[in-house]
């Protein structure tokens, strides 16, 4: 099992799936020559006899059954980057699985892992790698339910990491520090840009999942999604909105204030994602808490689609945007 931080191959026809906590966002296209065009998309909740769902999805919307990515991400995934002793690229993978446990709490035995060198000049003799590693049973279930529906993927890789394939491909940036925030179901993913590579990447341990429920106990109704609160938009202000996202907003308070004090780096701008990112009013209350610049990760604007799945994708784009980040 091998993580891939390089473009893929191009061909002519790619599946991207993004299997979160609650659903699977699947997106299928065609290579572009710098891009690629989306042709279809679904939202797929994650339910019992899940495989059989996925081989009717597969055959009845004719996708292929190669050149198919699997993005993951989650509490049994992590992306870190560490100093390591600088030695012959052939070396580090062996090395570096044989002192794996010094650098993430797991164990080589216990994960998969791959490995990107980011920068051979570091200090003190050492240089820097970007560690992606996700534990073995978490990513064999998937693997096991994906080839029960007939389906093998031909590449895995993380949410963190196509989000930041994307920015740097496609947005303009600078040497300052970038976030990007990826609102989840039952988590959320802050991830760190800075010089080019990922310099940082967190689990928020909050996600839409605990605004809706307190939300849900405050207007003493059952709010199912950001629609919901859409709907109930002249119940929910942004005072509202900011007490409900209060968990969140502190979690993600902690990732950056721990990016300033361990690794001097201060966050100015976040992207933000995800379904929630569509909620009304959203974004100012993430400027009034964390008090820096919010601008929407809008990763669509990169590719093309077509005309018939125009205005339903635009209207669900962040709810697909790790997946379709997944194609490059």
């Not at 980057?81 to 794996?100: A, N, T």
């Not at 980011?118 to 200090?123: C, E, Q, V, Y």
């Not at 064999?140 to 949410?159: H, M, Q, R, Y």
């Not at 609102?183 to 809706?212: A, C, H, P, Q, W």
């Amino acid at each position: 099992m091998k993580f891939d931080f390089n473009l893929p191959k191009i061909g002519a026809k790619r599946v991207a799936i993004d299997w979160g906590s609650s659903a699977l966002k699947i997106v299928a296209a065609s290579k572009l020559k710098e891009s690629y065009l989306i042709t279809d998309f679904i939202y797929q909740k994650v339910e019992e006899d899940l495989p059989k769902t996925i081989f009717k999805i597969w055959h009845e919307k004719k996708l292929p059954l190669y050149n198919i990515v699997l993005s993951l991400d989650g509490a049994a995934t992590l992306v870190r980057v560490v100093d390591f002793p600088r030695m012959e690229k052939k070396l580090i993978r062996d090395s570096l699985g044989f002192e794996l446990s010094r650098y993430i709490p797991f164990s080589q035995e216990e994960v998969y892992f791959d490995f990107s060198v980011l920068d051979t000049g570091s200090a003190a003799g050492n240089m820097k790698l970007l560690v992606a590693s996700a534990k073995k049973d978490f990513v064999d279930e998937k693997i096991a339910t994906l080839e029960e529906a007939g389906i093998v993927p031909s590449k895995i890789t993380l949410s963190p990491i196509s989000l930041a394939n994307v920015f740097l491909k496609f947005f303009p940036h600078t040497d300052e520090p970038i976030g990007i925030l990826d609102l989840g179901f039952s988590y959320s993913m802050i991830t760190i840009v800075y010089k080019n590579n990922i310099y940082l990447s967190r689990e928020v341990k909050k996600g839409v999942k605990d605004i809706l429920a307190r939300l849900s106990n405050k207007l003493g109704r059952e709010i199912k999604g950001f629609q919901g609160i859409f709907d109930k938009k002249n119940e929910v202000g942004p005072s509202l909105l900011s007490e409900v996202s209060s968990d969140l907003l502190e979690e993600i308070r902690l990732s950056l204030d721990y990016m300033e004090t361990k690794e001097n780096l201060s966050v100015k701008n976040i992207y933000a994602t995800g379904g929630f990112t569509a909620c009304q009013g959203l974004n100012e209350v993430l400027v009034q808490a964390l008090g820096i610049e919010i601008t929407s990760f809008d990763v669509l604007k990169s590719f093309s689609y077509t005309s018939s799945i125009k205005k339903e994708l635009e209207e669900m784009e962040g709810n697909f945007s790790v997946a379709i980040s997944s194609l490059l």
